[in-house]
T-cell receptor
Framework: AQKITQTQPGMFVQEKEAVTLDCTYDTSDQSYGLFWYKQPSSGEMIFLIYQGSYDEQNATEGRYSLNFQKARKSANLVISASQLGDSAMYFC??????FGAGTRLTVKP | NAGVTQTPKFRILKIGQSMTLQCAQDMNHNYMYWYRQDPGMGLKLIYYSVGAGITDKGEVPNGYNVSRSTTEDFPLRLELAAPSQTSVYFC??????????????FGEGSRLTVL
């Protein structure tokens, strides 16, 4: 079965600094997508950004960008200029609609 | 547009009771999903549907049933509730076609406790 791996249970970052959250997709498919979602303490799930395996450029959405490494099948989420409101759980999701275990990000003032 | 609407938001069940979690979307999405999220954990796929009349099992389907009689509605049925089904349940939908990434749109979640 395909598997999404997020190796960082928790991460800390200083406000205004950048942070990278890891995600690797164990799949035999050559064409696939990887999605990232944010879950604040209030519990809702918010879509952040998407990368397709055949996209020529790394995806970018505001302060979110993906460091996509095709050979490793990884799409690491980079959050630039961290804000206190970025403190949340972050989940990676593969094209088979399954999720990784998540990373809890805490932004320190 | 309301997006994805789930009801109820909270429910307490006794062991052995049954109930249905309702989910409706008004975005004309073809795909719909049910996930459960246990405390401090990621989301596990219970069932999904690629269109009206078509459903399929996900990672953790045991103890649940679904139906998809219309594009809009995707109810999740719990039969003979067990404490292991205490969780937060999320319904989601997505649009799979050319030009769409297929990202999930989530409901607000339904917190179920089985005592």
């Amino acid at each position: 079965a395909q598997k999404i791996t997020q190796t960082q249970p928790g991460m800390f970052v200083q406000e205004k600094e950048a942070v990278t959250l890891d995600c690797t997709y164990d799949t035999s498919d050559q064409s696939y997508g990887l999605f990232w979602y944010k879950q604040p303490s209030s519990g809702e799930m918010i879509f952040l950004i998407y990368q397709g395996s055949y996209d020529e450029q790394n995806a970018t959405e505001g302060r979110y960008s993906l460091n996509f490494q095709k050979a490793r099948k990884s799409a690491n989420l980079v959050i630039s200029a961290s804000q206190l409101g970025d403190s949340a759980m972050y989940f990676c999701q593969g094209g088979d609609m399954r999720f990784g275990a998540g990373t809890r990000l805490t932004v320190k003032p | 547009n309301a997006g994805v609407t789930q009801t109820p938001k909270f429910r307490i069940l006794k062991i052995g009771q049954s109930m249905t979690l309702q989910c409706a979307q008004d975005m004309n999405h073809n795909y719909m999903y049910w996930y459960r999220q246990d405390p401090g954990m990621g989301l596990k796929l219970i069932y999904y549907s690629v269109g009206a009349g078509i459903t399929d099992k996900g990672e953790v389907p045991n103890g649940y049933n679904v139906s998809r009689s219309t594009t809009e509605d995707f109810p999740l049925r719990l039969e003979l509730a067990a404490p292991s089904q205490t969780s937060v349940y999320f319904c989601a939908s997505s649009l799979w076609d050319r030009g769409s990434a297929g990202e999930l749109f989530f409901g607000e979640g339904s917190r179920l406790t089985v005592l």
